[in-house]
């Protein structure tokens, strides 16, 4: 869809799943911080009017939140960004303390982290120590123990 604005897109897709997690949602645009509001995405149309009118891009991702793991606040919703990442996840990790010992370097994970800000840290780490995304996601893959989804901007 290369130069097509795929954000009225992806807000039509917000509202078709707002069903799946009503505590918050977010946006991410490459070069841009994550938007993100807490509460129902059908409460939401003024900002979305906003983002539709002020944003244009050719990819995007977005999350609705239903929190398994990690505290209802605006921190946890989602996409998060971690340096140049921005990462949305749908499940749950449930190694999340393992997990947040390997992470690396002067990260600080706070001892209430979601699931998804510990992998999001620790696949910036491997991927600043492997060279790449594929390697570190390979990685990854085998120190996570549960059930998940990512998708990545």
Partial sequence: MDGVNVIPMLIDSLRALQHRGQEA????????EPLKKMGLVSASATDFKR???????????G????STIGKSNLN???PLKVKDLC????????????????VGGC???PQN???TLVAAQ???SLMADKGSMASALRILKNEMIGSYCFTFL
């Fill in 76 to 78: 946890n919703a989602q």
């Fill in 63 to 66: 999350h609705v939140r239903y």
């Fill in 113 to 115: 982290a979601s699931d």
């Fill in 107 to 109: 990260s600080f994970t």
């Fill in 25 to 32: 949602w977010g946006i991410a645009i490459p070069n841009k």
């Fill in 87 to 102: 990462i949305a996840h749908n499940g749950t990790i449930s190694n999340v303390g393992e997990l947040s010992n390997l």
């Fill in 122 to 124: 620790r696949l910036v």
């Fill in 51 to 61: 983002i539709s009118q002020e944003y244009s891009s050719s990819s995007a991702i």
